[in-house]
């Protein structure tokens, strides 16, 4: 989803010795770990009941297969470290593709089209977006912080559902959230927050008979 | 009675004023929430899934998921053109050309294309699922269990290797859909699977926390981390020529071959196990390309290639449904969406369907001709209001959305457990994104898994265990091969180069991203 082709620019570029993928090595490994445990505990819960039409082959099966597939994936990670995916594809040579051709041509003047185009409720980096950062860094460009924030707040949100009740657990959390990406008009988005919570609150429990929290407000 | 006379009478179900306004409401509501960028059809359906909950009416809530279905591939294609964020990959091709015509001042031209193209592909290869389904349901009748284990192993591989860039990376994604789909009771002998001695994880993980998770969990994460990447400016529209003037002579003249053209590419592989629109939004953007007269037009706005690809992603559609409805497999992420869908109303589509429930049947192919009028009578006039939906800010946007997943899953499940492993498979989902690990397969593995095991298990109990069943009954084996194919169809050019002595240079094939 919203794999914008503009953030896809590495593939048309030649490809440079990136730095070895951390991430993709750590990742691999704890790919590893969980398949492993999982694999141990369908082992375990199996019993020595291995029948093929029993309940226990379809995970066995699955978690080996899962082991053997992040053993390749890590295997894989540490070969050439200059690629994401030595074993299957060699990325500096797509051809260029729709995308790519579609690219060529955009560059240019998106770049300066979103300049002036930057909305002020946005913090944004500078032009440089038109760098990939998917494909062979990823760590380019992206933060940790907004992410965390926002599961951060999710978990909160669903914490306080229950004892709150859904309009204002809904209401703050959609201040909270829109905070954390960026927006920095508070009574904006309490203007859509309040009406939004109160909406969503009387159409599903009025409307279409779904219970949801009342909480402390005497709705 | 034949085909038309079912459909007839599917038409005089769906013709009734309320069931009009359910397709209208259906429509509207997926155009709406499609246009939203970053929003596919998938997702669209699985958040709007709680809006029925409470309707006892099967019939009606179809019809709107079909105009649902329907609004979210316009509103997307709306959102690829004018924003270039394809919602979907299958929106990806449309992104490319139509993006560019916006930019040149042509965005009308090329919402039009689309929508009308839209129309065309729709209605043709609605017409080729109303001669198809019967016949290929009353085929299926003749399949056996093992045929079944085959085919749900032929569409969850397929998928896998012919969508996305790395097989290692989609496999390890099919794993985990695997996994999610066996948590839970065991069908056939009720022990417990890696619930983890949790009552919660007993049910099992419902197929709407896993995609509201991925789809909308983890891509809002994954916006997050990029705040600054998104492109965020509407290219305007230009100011209307007057009247219907949205395409001018030239236009229908260079559109009406790509329509047709899209629509031939879409339908068969919509309906073979290739994940859905993917494969031939690409195939008919590429063909369009290499067929342009004007090949220097391509990459700067060349119609066509908005045409082809937009009739080639609707009449896909239609083919997803052929296996869908008579089968019960679903070939793509969306398809997957919409069996969940089905089965909130213990409906179960599959070969009996046509027999069992041949009113519901029609009533939603007839709904599929509706939806499609009502979407082009819709959609055009309304475009300025879809135009202001696409200039919502992304931080209220974004935070709009975490509310609705939360709320979707809330409501489905009754559980704040359940949103926190909604929760959980969404953070799961971000770093899927951020290391490029297609999410399709896990929304198959997760659906189709168990579907496989329980017929697997079928097979061997009526074979008292005998395990070449699946290699001497033809059909199956045949399946089986195919599934082998369907692995080595990637690494063709490499194997091709080697053949002929040649390094091994050819890159892998690839369609598309994924869902």
């Known amino acids: 989803m919203s794999s914008e082709p503009e953030t896809r620019a590495g593939v048309a570029e030649p490809v440079a010795p990136a730095p070895a993928p951390w991430g993709a090595r750590v990742l691999g490994a704890v790919l590893l770990a969980v398949g492993l445990f999982l694999l141990w505990t369908a082992y375990r819960a199996a019993g020595g009941d291995y029948s093929a039409s029993g309940p226990w082959l379809a995970p066995l099966v699955v978690t080996t297969g899962w082991v053997v597939l992040a053993t390749w994936y890590l295997v894989g990670q540490f070969r050439t470290p200059h690629r994401v995916e030595p074993a299957i594809l060699a990325e500096s040579h797509t051809p260029p593709g729709p995308e790519a051709a579609a690219r060529q041509n955009d560059e240019p003047d998106t770049a300066a089209a979103r300049k002036d185009g930057s909305n002020a409720t946005e913090t944004r980096n500078d032009g440089s977006d038109a760098v990939d950062g998917r494909d062979d860094e990823p760590a380019a460009e992206v933060r940790a912080l907004p992410p965390a924030l926002v599961s951060a707040a999710l978990l909160g949100?669903?914490?306080?559902?229950?004892?709150?009740?859904?309009?204002?657990?809904?209401?703050?959390?959609?201040?909270?959230?829109a905070r954390i990406l960026g927006s920095r008009a508070w009574l904006r988005d309490i203007a859509v927050a309040v009406p939004l919570a109160l909406g969503v609150y009387y159409g599903f429990t009025r409307g279409l008979d779904i219970t949801l929290p009342a909480g402390v407000l005497p709705l | 009675m034949n085909v038309f006379g079912d459909l007839l009478s599917g038409f005089g179900t769906v013709l009734e004023p309320q069931y009009l306004l359910y397709a209208a409401i259906g429509v509207t509501l997926g155009t709406f929430v499609g246009v939203l960028p970053g929003i596919g059809p998938a997702l669209t359906i699985a958040l709007l899934l709680p809006v029925t909950f409470n309707l006892d009416d099967p019939i009606g809530t179809f019809i709107m998921f079909a105009g649902i279905y329907y609004g979210a591939m316009y509103g997307g294609s709306t959102t690829s053109i004018l924003l270039n964020t394809p919602g979907e990959s299958a929106s990806v091709a449309t992104a490319i050309e139509g993006y560019q015509m916006a930019r040149r001042g042509r965005a009308r031209a090329a919402l039009a294309t689309a929508a009308i193209g839209s129309f065309v592909a729709g209605t043709i290869s609605t017409l080729l699922l109303t001669l198809f389904a019967k016949?290929?349901?009353?085929?299926?009748?003749?399949?056996?269990?093992?045929?079944?284990?085959?085919?749900?192993?032929?569409?969850?591989?397929?998928?896998?290797?012919?969508?996305?860039?790395?097989?290692?990376?989609?496999?390890?994604?099919?794993?985990?859909?695997?996994?999610?789909?066996?948590?839970?009771?065991?069908?056939?002998?009720?022990?417990?699977?890696f619930s983890f001695g949790t009552l919660e994880l007993?049910?099992?993980?419902?197929?709407?926390?896993?995609?509201?998770?991925?789809?909308?969990?983890?891509?809002?994460?994954?916006?997050?981390?990029?705040?600054?990447?998104?492109?965020?400016?509407?290219?305007p529209l230009e100011p209307a020529r007057g009247g219907f003037g949205w395409l001018s002579r030239q236009d229908w003249a260079r559109s009406w071959r790509p329509w047709l053209r899209g629509t031939a590419v879409g339908f068969p592989f919509g309906a073979l196990p290739s994940g859905g629109a993917d494969i031939p939004t690409f195939l008919s953007y590429t063909y369009e390309r290499h067929r342009a007269k004007n090949k220097a037009e391509f990459g700067k706005g060349a119609i066509e290639g908005v045409a082809g690809p937009e009739a080639a992603n609707n009449a896909a559609f239609s083919g997803v449904l052929v296996p869908l409805l008579t089968l019960g497999i679903p070939t793509s992420a969306t398809a997957a969406v919409m069996l969940a869908a089905f089965q909130i109303f213990n409906v179960q589509p599959g070969p009996q369907l046509f027999d069992k429930s041949p009113e519901l049947v029609w009533a939603l192919i007839a709904s599929l001709y509706v939806g499609n009028v009502l979407l082009l009578l819709l959609n055009l006039p309304l475009i300025r209001l879809w135009v202001k939906v696409l200039q919502i800010p992304r931080p209220i946007l974004y935070a709009g959305i975490l509310v609705f997943a939360t709320l979707g899953v809330y409501a489905a499940t009754n559980s704040v457990t359940q949103v926190l492993i909604a929760y959980g498979i969404g953070v799961l989902g971000f770093f899927m994104r951020h290391f490029e690990f297609p999410i399709a397969p896990v929304i198959l593995g997760a659906i189709l898994g168990p579907m496989m095991e329980l017929q697997f298990r079928r097979t061997l109990v009526l074979s008292n265990g005998d395990l070449s069943v699946f290699v001497t009954r033809p059909l199956t084996a045949v399946l089986l091969g195919l599934v082998v194919v369907a692995v080595l169809v990637p690494f063709l050019p490499r194997i091709v180069a080697r053949l002929r002595g040649r390094p091994a240079t050819a890159e892998r094939l690839a369609f598309g991203e994924d869902d």
Do not use: K, N
């Open chain 1, 157 to 177: 949100y669903v914490l306080l559902l229950a004892p709150v009740g859904f309009v204002l657990a809904s209401a703050l959390f959609f201040v909270a959230c």
């Open chain 2, 202 to 235: 007993l049910d099992g993980i419902d197929v709407v926390v896993i995609i509201v998770g991925l789809f909308a969990i983890g891509e809002t994460l994954y916006v997050a981390s990029r705040l600054g990447q998104l492109p965020d400016r509407v290219t």
């Open chain 2, 135 to 193: 016949p290929v349901a009353s085929l299926a009748v003749e399949f056996r269990a093992a045929d079944y284990f085959a085919l749900a192993l032929l569409a969850m591989v397929a998928v896998t290797a012919l969508v996305g860039r790395s097989l290692v990376r989609g496999l390890i994604s099919l794993s985990l859909g695997l996994f999610l789909g066996l948590v839970g009771l065991d069908e056939l002998t009720g022990q417990a699977r």
